[in-house]
Structures are given as C-alpha cells and as structure tokens.
C-alpha cells in the first residue's frame, strides 16, 4: 500500500482546507485510513481516523466539529476537510494506513504505533 498526501498550503485563521491521501495496492479497501500531524517542535499526534468501510469515525478532541473525514474507495482517496482552521492546526499532515486484520479495540485508530504504512506528509500553515 502506497499513499500521497496533498492539499496542503497557507490559509488565514478560520478558513478551510481539504487534504486528499491517494493510496494505490490492491487490498487498500481492507485497511482503515488515518490523519496524523506534527507541529514544529512537537511529537506527532492522531487528528482522526476512519475504517476500511467508511461507517466509523474517529476524531482528536482538538479537530472534532471541525474536521471531518472521509474516503472514496471507488477513486482509492481519503480526505480531510478542515474547517475553521486555528493556527495551532499548523503542522505537517501525513496520511497512514492501519490494518484492521490485527485491531482489538476502536481505540487502536488512534495509536501512531499501529499503522502499517505511511504516506509523505503535506504542510498546513494557518496564519493568525
């Protein structure tokens, strides 16, 4: 499974992005697809998440109301729509793929350690 993200780029507080992630491999459509980021002088850390079928959700408590996710398995893309942009939304935004063959709990989307690929990240800049 390959993935590339894009999308990203300079938006004022308050105005919206979206981020697409295209992911190539034959068995994409069994894996679950996240959002990650990492701001300057941060750890990376979960934005959201979204299962291999589209039915369950999955948000950082920091994004949840203005970012929503969403993938179309028929053009093998998975996006991030960003609302509302803050400039602490300001990190690069890298797109990862999580088997779901070997997840026990809802709450393994969010654990970094459990994705199997990932994609080279797209930079969001939000100016105040």
């Known amino acids: 499974v390959q993935l590339q993200a894009s999308g990203g780029g300079l938006v004022q507080a308050g105005g919206s992005l979206r981020l697409s992630c295209a992911v190539s491999?034959?068995?994409?459509?069994?894996?679950?697809q996240g959002w990650f980021r990492q701001a300057p002088g941060k750890e990376r850390e979960f934005v959201a998440a979204i299962s291999s079928s589209g039915a369950n959700r999955y948000y950082a408590d920091s994004v949840n109301g203005r970012f929503t996710i969403s993938r179309d398995n028929v053009g093998s893309t998975v996006s991030l729509h960003m609302n509302s942009l803050e400039p602490d939304d300001t990190a690069v935004y890298c797109c990862?793929?999580?088997?779901?063959?070997?997840?026990?709990?809802?709450?393994?989307?969010?654990?970094?350690?459990?994705?199997?690929?990932w994609g080279r990240g797209t930079l969001v800049t939000v100016s105040s």
């Open positions: 491999g034959r068995t994409w459509n069994s894996f679950g």
């Open positions: 990862a793929a999580i088997w779901e063959g070997t997840l026990l709990h809802a709450s393994d989307y969010r654990q970094m350690s459990k994705y199997d690929y």
